[in-house]
Protein backbone atom coordinates (compact mmCIF):
# COMPACT_ATOMS: atom_id res chain seq x y z
CA UNK A 1 0.00 0.00 0.00
CA UNK A 2 1.16 3.49 -0.57
CA UNK A 3 2.57 4.95 2.33
CA UNK A 4 0.30 7.76 4.75
CA UNK A 5 1.80 10.97 5.51
CA UNK A 6 3.53 10.25 8.31
CA UNK A 7 5.90 8.37 6.91
CA UNK A 8 9.03 9.20 4.59
CA UNK A 9 10.22 7.32 1.58
CA UNK A 10 13.97 7.58 0.70
CA UNK A 11 13.54 8.83 -3.05
CA UNK A 12 15.05 7.10 -6.07
CA UNK A 13 15.44 3.50 -4.49
CA UNK A 14 11.69 2.45 -5.52
CA UNK A 15 10.51 0.62 -9.08
CA UNK A 16 8.87 2.45 -11.23
CA UNK A 17 6.41 1.00 -14.14
CA UNK A 18 5.80 3.24 -16.60
CA UNK A 19 3.24 2.79 -19.22
CA UNK A 20 2.60 4.57 -22.91
CA UNK A 21 -0.33 4.96 -24.80
CA UNK A 22 -0.56 7.14 -28.13
CA UNK A 23 2.09 8.16 -30.66
CA UNK A 24 5.60 8.48 -31.08
CA UNK A 25 5.72 11.64 -29.60
CA UNK A 26 4.08 10.03 -25.99
CA UNK A 27 6.46 7.75 -26.18
CA UNK A 28 9.52 10.15 -26.56
CA UNK A 29 8.17 11.72 -23.63
CA UNK A 30 8.17 8.39 -21.89
CA UNK A 31 11.65 7.77 -22.35
CA UNK A 32 13.01 10.92 -21.17
CA UNK A 33 10.40 10.45 -18.22
CA UNK A 34 12.62 6.88 -17.61
CA UNK A 35 16.10 8.47 -18.14
CA UNK A 36 15.11 11.24 -15.57
CA UNK A 37 13.87 8.65 -13.24
CA UNK A 38 16.98 5.91 -13.86
CA UNK A 39 19.48 8.65 -13.43
CA UNK A 40 17.71 9.60 -10.04
CA UNK A 41 18.53 5.81 -8.81
CA UNK A 42 14.89 4.46 -9.71
CA UNK A 43 14.71 1.10 -10.85
CA UNK A 44 12.22 0.43 -14.26
CA UNK A 45 9.57 -2.45 -13.13
CA UNK A 46 8.41 -4.40 -16.54
CA UNK A 47 5.16 -4.83 -14.70
CA UNK A 48 2.34 -3.18 -12.41
CA UNK A 49 2.55 -5.91 -9.79
CA UNK A 50 6.30 -5.66 -8.84
CA UNK A 51 6.16 -1.79 -8.85
CA UNK A 52 6.29 0.86 -6.04
CA UNK A 53 4.59 3.48 -8.19
CA UNK A 54 3.13 3.64 -11.76
CA UNK A 55 3.09 6.71 -14.13
CA UNK A 56 0.67 6.19 -17.01
CA UNK A 57 1.71 8.16 -19.95
CA UNK A 58 -1.76 8.64 -21.59
CA UNK A 59 -3.57 10.17 -25.17
CA UNK A 60 -6.41 11.80 -25.38
CA UNK A 61 -7.24 11.14 -29.20
CA UNK A 62 -9.40 8.53 -28.72
CA UNK A 63 -11.53 7.34 -26.19
CA UNK A 64 -10.97 3.43 -26.37
CA UNK A 65 -7.30 4.85 -25.37
CA UNK A 66 -8.36 7.26 -23.24
CA UNK A 67 -10.41 4.45 -21.11
CA UNK A 68 -7.57 2.11 -21.55
CA UNK A 69 -5.58 4.63 -19.65
CA UNK A 70 -8.22 5.92 -16.92
CA UNK A 71 -8.78 1.98 -16.27
CA UNK A 72 -5.09 1.09 -15.58
CA UNK A 73 -4.75 4.16 -13.56
CA UNK A 74 -7.83 2.93 -11.05
CA UNK A 75 -6.45 -0.68 -11.63
CA UNK A 76 -2.88 0.53 -9.84
CA UNK A 77 -5.04 2.35 -7.78
CA UNK A 78 -6.98 -0.15 -6.45
CA UNK A 79 -3.42 -2.42 -6.46
CA UNK A 80 -2.25 0.02 -3.44
CA UNK A 81 0.18 1.72 -5.88
CA UNK A 82 0.74 5.71 -6.45
CA UNK A 83 0.08 6.84 -9.54
CA UNK A 84 0.88 9.53 -11.63
CA UNK A 85 -0.89 10.29 -14.94
CA UNK A 86 0.70 11.87 -17.10
CA UNK A 87 0.15 12.04 -21.00
CA UNK A 88 -2.21 14.25 -23.32
CA UNK A 89 -5.64 12.72 -21.01
CA UNK A 90 -5.11 14.99 -18.13
CA UNK A 91 -3.50 18.43 -19.70
CA UNK A 92 -6.76 18.53 -22.21
CA UNK A 93 -9.48 17.68 -19.54
CA UNK A 94 -9.71 19.50 -16.19
CA UNK A 95 -12.62 17.42 -15.25
CA UNK A 96 -10.30 14.52 -14.10
CA UNK A 97 -8.63 16.27 -11.41
CA UNK A 98 -12.41 16.10 -9.76
CA UNK A 99 -12.69 12.60 -10.77
CA UNK A 100 -9.23 11.28 -9.73
CA UNK A 101 -8.61 13.63 -6.22
CA UNK A 102 -6.19 10.91 -5.16
CA UNK A 103 -4.04 10.15 -8.66
CA UNK A 104 -0.94 12.68 -8.93
CA UNK A 105 -0.90 14.19 -12.33
CA UNK A 106 1.89 15.58 -14.74
CA UNK A 107 1.16 17.96 -17.93
CA UNK A 108 2.73 17.34 -21.13
CA UNK A 109 4.90 20.47 -20.79
CA UNK A 110 6.37 19.46 -16.88
CA UNK A 111 7.64 16.00 -17.94
CA UNK A 112 10.82 17.32 -16.80
CA UNK A 113 9.20 17.35 -13.46
CA UNK A 114 8.39 13.70 -13.26
CA UNK A 115 10.98 12.87 -10.79
CA UNK A 116 9.55 15.16 -8.08
CA UNK A 117 6.00 14.09 -8.46
CA UNK A 118 7.19 10.47 -8.52
CA UNK A 119 9.04 11.22 -4.96
CA UNK A 120 5.92 12.89 -3.82
CA UNK A 121 3.31 10.33 -4.79
CA UNK A 122 5.33 7.58 -3.15
CA UNK A 123 5.39 9.99 -0.05
CA UNK A 124 1.39 9.78 0.14
CA UNK A 125 1.24 12.89 -1.54
CA UNK A 126 -1.30 14.18 -4.13
CA UNK A 127 0.67 16.56 -6.86
CA UNK A 128 -1.00 17.99 -9.65
CA UNK A 129 1.19 19.74 -12.56
CA UNK A 130 -0.95 20.99 -15.59
CA UNK A 131 -0.51 24.24 -15.96
CA UNK A 132 0.76 25.68 -19.48
CA UNK A 133 4.39 26.65 -19.93
CA UNK A 134 5.41 28.71 -23.09
CA UNK A 135 9.34 26.53 -23.18
CA UNK A 136 9.36 23.44 -23.53
CA UNK A 137 11.27 20.48 -21.83
CA UNK A 138 14.89 20.41 -22.99
CA UNK A 139 15.55 18.03 -25.85
CA UNK A 140 18.98 17.47 -23.70
CA UNK A 141 17.39 15.14 -20.76
CA UNK A 142 18.47 11.79 -20.70
CA UNK A 143 16.68 8.80 -21.67
CA UNK A 144 16.00 5.39 -21.44
CA UNK A 145 14.81 4.04 -25.27
CA UNK A 146 12.45 1.30 -25.15
CA UNK A 147 14.07 0.52 -28.69
CA UNK A 148 18.64 0.92 -27.76
CA UNK A 149 18.12 1.30 -31.79
CA UNK A 150 15.84 4.35 -32.49
CA UNK A 151 15.73 7.21 -31.15
CA UNK A 152 12.26 9.51 -31.82
CA UNK A 153 13.07 12.83 -31.43
CA UNK A 154 9.93 15.60 -30.52
CA UNK A 155 10.45 18.21 -33.10
CA UNK A 156 7.67 20.34 -31.85
CA UNK A 157 5.06 20.28 -30.29
CA UNK A 158 1.29 21.07 -30.42
CA UNK A 159 0.06 22.47 -34.09
CA UNK A 160 -1.51 25.32 -35.79
CA UNK A 161 -5.37 23.62 -36.66
CA UNK A 162 -8.24 23.36 -34.99
CA UNK A 163 -9.73 20.16 -36.08
CA UNK A 164 -13.29 20.13 -35.03
CA UNK A 165 -12.78 16.38 -33.56
CA UNK A 166 -9.33 16.39 -31.34
CA UNK A 167 -8.54 17.02 -28.35
CA UNK A 168 -4.86 16.65 -28.48
CA UNK A 169 -4.79 20.59 -29.28
CA UNK A 170 -6.72 21.17 -25.90
CA UNK A 171 -3.49 19.25 -24.48
CA UNK A 172 -0.12 20.23 -26.67
CA UNK A 173 -1.85 23.61 -27.35
CA UNK A 174 0.09 26.17 -30.13
CA UNK A 175 2.61 24.93 -32.49
CA UNK A 176 6.15 25.79 -30.28
CA UNK A 177 9.02 24.21 -32.44
CA UNK A 178 12.43 23.37 -31.22
CA UNK A 179 15.43 24.86 -32.94
CA UNK A 180 17.15 22.94 -35.65
CA UNK A 181 20.43 23.18 -33.69
CA UNK A 182 18.87 21.63 -30.84
CA UNK A 183 17.39 19.15 -33.03
CA UNK A 184 20.76 17.64 -34.83
CA UNK A 185 22.33 17.93 -31.31
CA UNK A 186 20.24 15.67 -30.37
CA UNK A 187 20.19 13.65 -33.49
CA UNK A 188 24.23 13.61 -32.70
CA UNK A 189 23.97 12.31 -29.53
CA UNK A 190 21.95 9.85 -30.13
CA UNK A 191 24.02 8.56 -32.59
CA UNK A 192 26.88 8.75 -30.15
CA UNK A 193 25.28 6.39 -28.15
CA UNK A 194 24.86 3.93 -31.12
CA UNK A 195 21.54 4.32 -32.32
CA UNK A 196 20.84 3.74 -36.31
CA UNK A 197 17.80 5.34 -36.76
CA UNK A 198 15.96 9.01 -35.93
CA UNK A 199 12.55 9.84 -36.03
CA UNK A 200 11.22 13.26 -36.43
CA UNK A 201 8.22 13.28 -34.56
CA UNK A 202 5.13 15.69 -33.67
CA UNK A 203 1.26 16.66 -34.29
CA UNK A 204 1.87 17.56 -37.57
CA UNK A 205 5.92 17.82 -38.48
CA UNK A 206 5.03 19.76 -41.49
CA UNK A 207 4.29 22.57 -39.60
CA UNK A 208 7.30 22.23 -37.77
CA UNK A 209 9.36 26.10 -38.06
CA UNK A 210 6.63 28.56 -38.55
CA UNK A 211 6.84 30.04 -35.15
CA UNK A 212 10.57 30.11 -35.40
CA UNK A 213 11.07 31.39 -38.53
CA UNK A 214 12.39 28.15 -40.61
CA UNK A 215 10.23 24.70 -42.20
CA UNK A 216 10.04 21.27 -42.22
CA UNK A 217 12.82 21.09 -45.56
CA UNK A 218 15.09 23.27 -44.30
CA UNK A 219 15.37 21.02 -40.99
CA UNK A 220 15.17 17.64 -42.93
CA UNK A 221 17.86 18.69 -44.71
CA UNK A 222 20.49 19.78 -41.96
CA UNK A 223 19.37 16.60 -39.90
CA UNK A 224 20.37 14.22 -42.99
CA UNK A 225 23.49 16.37 -43.67
CA UNK A 226 24.32 15.99 -40.33
CA UNK A 227 23.90 12.15 -39.05
CA UNK A 228 26.64 10.33 -39.57
CA UNK A 229 26.68 7.73 -42.22
CA UNK A 230 24.56 4.22 -41.27
CA UNK A 231 21.96 6.24 -39.48
CA UNK A 232 18.41 6.22 -40.93
CA UNK A 233 16.28 9.30 -40.50
CA UNK A 234 12.42 8.81 -40.79
CA UNK A 235 9.87 11.31 -40.83
CA UNK A 236 6.79 11.01 -38.87
CA UNK A 237 3.16 12.10 -39.49
CA UNK A 238 2.11 15.64 -41.10
CA UNK A 239 -0.63 16.97 -42.26
CA UNK A 240 -1.41 18.23 -45.78
CA UNK A 241 -1.38 22.21 -45.88
CA UNK A 242 1.96 23.34 -44.81
CA UNK A 243 3.70 20.68 -46.57
CA UNK A 244 2.42 21.56 -49.65
CA UNK A 245 4.68 24.12 -50.51
CA UNK A 246 7.48 21.78 -49.63
CA UNK A 247 6.80 19.12 -51.61
CA UNK A 248 10.48 19.30 -54.52
CA UNK A 249 12.59 20.28 -51.15
CA UNK A 250 11.19 17.18 -49.48
CA UNK A 251 10.87 15.00 -52.07
CA UNK A 252 14.59 15.55 -52.34
CA UNK A 253 15.66 14.51 -48.82
CA UNK A 254 13.18 11.89 -49.36
CA UNK A 255 15.39 10.34 -51.75
CA UNK A 256 18.67 10.52 -50.36
CA UNK A 257 20.41 6.93 -49.13
CA UNK A 258 19.92 7.23 -45.92
CA UNK A 259 16.45 8.58 -45.20
CA UNK A 260 13.50 5.94 -45.21
CA UNK A 261 10.82 7.04 -48.52
CA UNK A 262 8.06 7.09 -46.19
CA UNK A 263 5.26 9.74 -45.20
CA UNK A 264 2.50 9.50 -43.04
CA UNK A 265 -0.42 11.94 -44.12
CA UNK A 266 -3.66 11.37 -42.47
CA UNK A 267 -6.43 12.40 -45.34
CA UNK A 268 -9.39 11.57 -43.10
CA UNK A 269 -11.99 11.86 -45.44
CA UNK A 270 -12.10 11.94 -49.49
CA UNK A 271 -15.13 14.55 -48.90
CA UNK A 272 -14.42 18.03 -49.55
CA UNK A 273 -18.09 18.48 -47.72
CA UNK A 274 -16.48 16.33 -44.39
CA UNK A 275 -13.07 18.09 -44.27
CA UNK A 276 -14.44 21.26 -44.43
CA UNK A 277 -16.96 20.33 -41.19
CA UNK A 278 -13.63 19.13 -40.15
CA UNK A 279 -11.40 22.29 -40.53
CA UNK A 280 -9.21 19.73 -42.23
CA UNK A 281 -7.87 23.28 -44.11
CA UNK A 282 -7.12 21.61 -47.20
CA UNK A 283 -9.19 19.65 -49.48
CA UNK A 284 -9.05 16.30 -51.47
CA UNK A 285 -7.65 17.67 -54.82
CA UNK A 286 -4.55 19.09 -51.95
CA UNK A 287 -4.24 15.92 -50.57
CA UNK A 288 -3.84 14.08 -53.94
CA UNK A 289 -1.47 16.75 -55.64
CA UNK A 290 0.52 16.39 -52.26
CA UNK A 291 0.77 12.48 -52.23
CA UNK A 292 0.90 12.21 -55.80
CA UNK A 293 3.32 15.08 -56.40
CA UNK A 294 6.01 12.89 -53.98
CA UNK A 295 4.80 9.33 -55.38
CA UNK A 296 6.25 10.51 -58.99
CA UNK A 297 9.68 11.89 -57.56
CA UNK A 298 10.43 9.19 -54.95
CA UNK A 299 10.77 5.49 -55.97
CA UNK A 300 9.03 2.64 -53.98
CA UNK A 301 7.54 5.75 -51.35
CA UNK A 302 5.55 4.35 -48.57
CA UNK A 303 2.54 6.42 -47.71
CA UNK A 304 0.30 5.75 -45.14
CA UNK A 305 -2.62 7.44 -44.02
CA UNK A 306 -5.77 7.42 -41.78
CA UNK A 307 -9.26 7.48 -42.18
CA UNK A 308 -12.40 8.70 -39.74
CA UNK A 309 -15.59 6.61 -40.76
CA UNK A 310 -18.94 8.17 -39.74
CA UNK A 311 -18.41 11.80 -38.62
CA UNK A 312 -21.69 13.35 -38.00
CA UNK A 313 -22.01 14.88 -41.37
CA UNK A 314 -20.84 12.18 -43.42
CA UNK A 315 -23.42 11.34 -46.17
CA UNK A 316 -23.17 7.91 -47.95
CA UNK A 317 -21.70 9.76 -51.01
CA UNK A 318 -18.82 10.99 -48.94
CA UNK A 319 -18.16 7.88 -47.55
CA UNK A 320 -17.92 6.51 -51.57
CA UNK A 321 -15.90 9.08 -51.62
CA UNK A 322 -13.41 8.10 -49.18
CA UNK A 323 -13.46 4.33 -50.55
CA UNK A 324 -13.25 6.32 -53.99
CA UNK A 325 -9.61 7.65 -52.48
CA UNK A 326 -8.59 4.40 -51.07
CA UNK A 327 -9.06 2.38 -54.07
CA UNK A 328 -6.89 5.16 -55.99
CA UNK A 329 -4.32 5.17 -54.10
CA UNK A 330 -4.24 1.59 -52.45
CA UNK A 331 -2.05 2.78 -49.53
CA UNK A 332 -0.33 0.04 -47.88
CA UNK A 333 -0.79 1.45 -44.26
CA UNK A 334 -4.46 2.29 -43.63
CA UNK A 335 -5.17 3.53 -40.11
CA UNK A 336 -9.16 3.11 -39.92
CA UNK A 337 -10.99 4.81 -37.26
CA UNK A 338 -14.45 4.76 -36.48
CA UNK A 339 -16.00 8.62 -34.88
CA UNK A 340 -15.85 9.09 -31.56
CA UNK A 341 -17.50 12.03 -30.01
CA UNK A 342 -14.24 13.70 -27.81
CA UNK A 343 -15.72 15.54 -24.87
CA UNK A 344 -15.21 19.08 -25.21
CA UNK A 345 -14.75 19.42 -29.51
CA UNK A 346 -17.36 20.78 -31.88
CA UNK A 347 -17.49 17.65 -33.42
CA UNK A 348 -19.06 16.63 -30.31
CA UNK A 349 -22.10 18.83 -30.02
CA UNK A 350 -22.68 17.62 -34.09
CA UNK A 351 -25.84 15.10 -34.46
CA UNK A 352 -24.47 11.99 -34.20
CA UNK A 353 -24.92 9.33 -37.12
CA UNK A 354 -26.75 5.78 -36.07
CA UNK A 355 -23.95 3.27 -34.27
CA UNK A 356 -25.17 0.77 -37.37
CA UNK A 357 -24.36 3.04 -40.02
CA UNK A 358 -20.95 3.80 -38.83
CA UNK A 359 -19.89 0.48 -37.83
CA UNK A 360 -20.77 -0.64 -41.48
CA UNK A 361 -19.19 2.29 -43.02
CA UNK A 362 -16.17 1.65 -41.17
CA UNK A 363 -16.74 -2.66 -41.96
CA UNK A 364 -16.46 -1.75 -45.77
CA UNK A 365 -13.35 0.40 -45.36
CA UNK A 366 -11.72 -2.75 -43.83
CA UNK A 367 -12.86 -5.22 -46.58
CA UNK A 368 -11.33 -2.63 -48.97
CA UNK A 369 -8.11 -2.34 -47.44
CA UNK A 370 -7.79 -5.81 -47.03
CA UNK A 371 -8.68 -6.59 -51.05
CA UNK A 372 -5.80 -4.90 -52.78
CA UNK A 373 -1.80 -6.38 -52.18
CA UNK A 374 0.38 -4.64 -50.49
CA UNK A 375 3.81 -5.10 -51.23
CA UNK A 376 3.53 -7.17 -54.41
CA UNK A 377 5.85 -5.59 -56.14
CA UNK A 378 9.15 -7.03 -54.16
CA UNK A 379 8.46 -10.46 -54.71
CA UNK A 380 11.74 -12.18 -56.03
CA UNK A 381 13.47 -8.93 -55.10
CA UNK A 382 16.70 -8.15 -53.71
CA UNK A 383 16.44 -5.17 -51.20
CA UNK A 384 18.56 -3.41 -48.79
CA UNK A 385 16.87 -3.57 -45.43
CA UNK A 386 17.99 -2.24 -41.87
CA UNK A 387 17.15 -3.97 -38.94
CA UNK A 388 16.27 -2.63 -35.25
CA UNK A 389 13.52 -4.55 -33.99
CA UNK A 390 12.98 -8.26 -32.91
CA UNK A 391 9.81 -10.11 -32.49
CA UNK A 392 10.09 -12.22 -29.84
CA UNK A 393 6.96 -13.81 -29.95
CA UNK A 394 7.63 -15.44 -33.67
CA UNK A 395 11.24 -15.69 -33.28
CA UNK A 396 12.45 -13.07 -36.05
CA UNK A 397 14.41 -10.51 -36.40
CA UNK A 398 12.66 -6.85 -37.87
CA UNK A 399 13.88 -4.47 -40.22
CA UNK A 400 12.48 -1.96 -43.40
CA UNK A 401 13.77 -1.38 -46.81
CA UNK A 402 14.37 1.62 -47.71
CA UNK A 403 11.24 2.38 -48.58
CA UNK A 404 9.74 1.43 -45.36
CA UNK A 405 8.38 -2.18 -46.25
CA UNK A 406 8.74 -3.96 -42.87
CA UNK A 407 10.93 -7.39 -43.61
CA UNK A 408 11.27 -10.29 -41.38
CA UNK A 409 13.84 -12.88 -41.33
CA UNK A 410 14.71 -15.44 -39.19
CA UNK A 411 15.78 -14.35 -35.17
CA UNK A 412 19.72 -13.19 -35.63
CA UNK A 413 20.14 -10.69 -33.26
CA UNK A 414 23.94 -9.95 -34.64
CA UNK A 415 21.47 -8.58 -37.40
CA UNK A 416 20.41 -5.80 -34.54
CA UNK A 417 21.40 -1.94 -35.44
CA UNK A 418 23.06 -2.98 -39.24
CA UNK A 419 21.98 -3.25 -42.75
CA UNK A 420 21.75 -6.25 -44.85
CA UNK A 421 21.40 -7.49 -48.42
CA UNK A 422 17.91 -9.44 -48.31
CA UNK A 423 16.37 -11.95 -51.06
CA UNK A 424 12.43 -11.59 -50.68
CA UNK A 425 10.89 -14.75 -50.81
CA UNK A 426 7.54 -14.17 -49.77
CA UNK A 427 4.94 -11.01 -49.54
CA UNK A 428 1.78 -10.81 -46.85
CA UNK A 429 -0.49 -7.88 -46.53
CA UNK A 430 1.87 -6.57 -43.67
CA UNK A 431 5.15 -7.49 -44.46
CA UNK A 432 7.58 -9.24 -46.57
CA UNK A 433 9.98 -12.41 -45.74
CA UNK A 434 13.13 -13.19 -46.79
CA UNK A 435 16.70 -14.63 -46.40
CA UNK A 436 19.92 -12.93 -45.77
CA UNK A 437 22.36 -12.57 -48.63
CA UNK A 438 25.30 -10.61 -47.11
CA UNK A 439 25.87 -7.95 -44.73
CA UNK A 440 26.40 -3.93 -46.29
CA UNK A 441 29.28 -2.51 -44.20
Known sequence: AAPGRGDVVLPGKQRVYVKTYGCA????????????????????????????????NSCTVKNPSQDSATNLVKRARDLGKPVVLSGCVPSADASLAESFRDV??????????????????????????????????????PKVRRNKWVEIIPISGGCLGNCSYCKTKHARGKLSSYTEEAIVGRALQAASEGTTEVWLTSEDTGAYGLDIGTNIANLLKRVADSVPPGVMLKLGMTNPPYMLAHIDAVAEVLRRPNVFAFIHVPVQSGSDQVLQAMVREYSSEDFRRLVGGLRTAVPDLMVATDVICGFPTESEEDHQLSMELVREFRFPVLNISQFYPRPGTSAARMRKLPGSTVKRRSTEMTQLFESYETHGALAGREERVWFSDTDLRHGQTVGHTKGYAKVVVDRNDELLGKSAMVKVERTTKWHVEGHILRMVP
Open 25 to 56: HNSSDSEFMMGLLHDYGYVLADGLEDADACIV
Open 104 to 141: SMLGVTQLDRVVEVVEEALNGHVVHLLGKRRAMPSLDL
